[in-house]
Nanobody, 119 residues
Framework: QVQLVESGGELVQPGGSLRLSCAAS????????MGWYRQAPGDQRRLIAR???????NYADSVKGRFTISRDNAKNMVFLQMNSVKSDDTAAYYC?????????????WGEGTLVTVSS
């Protein structure tokens, strides 16, 4: 059964750090590129960081140099280290394959984890 569970989101002050985790069910995830997406209030969901099965990474300009994506294929886990956070980073964060998992004709998403950057 496919399942994605994100965790680690919380209230953090500007300039602070946070580490998000994603637990993915199913051993096949190690074969796929994985990504962290985020959706700010009133905005669409956007891919901000990706990591290939072999470990190569790529980032959106908005987070480059501040965020780091990593994965542990043996544990089916994906992580997002967030440093020097800004108010613009406030959003719900989701992990998923790239492209997102399709189940019965629709994209499957976990519940996400909420990050709020505020003093």
């Amino acid at each position: 059964q496919v399942q994605l569970v994100e965790s680690g989101g919380e209230l953090v002050q500007p300039g602070g750090s946070l580490r998000l985790s994603c637990a993915a069910s199913g051993s096949i995830f190690s074969m796929y590129a994985m990504g962290w997406y985020r959706q700010a209030p009133g905005d669409q969901r956007r891919l901000i960081a990706r990591i290939e099965s072999g470990g190569d990474t790529n980032y959106a300009d908005s987070v480059k140099g501040r965020f780091t994506i990593s994965r542990d294929n043996a544990k089916n886990m994906v992580f997002l280290q967030m440093n020097s956070v800004k108010s613009d980073d406030t959003a719900a964060y989701y992990c998923n394959t790239i492209p997102p998992i399709r189940l019965r004709g629709t994209d499957y998403w976990g519940e996400g984890t909420l990050v709020t950057v505020s003093s």
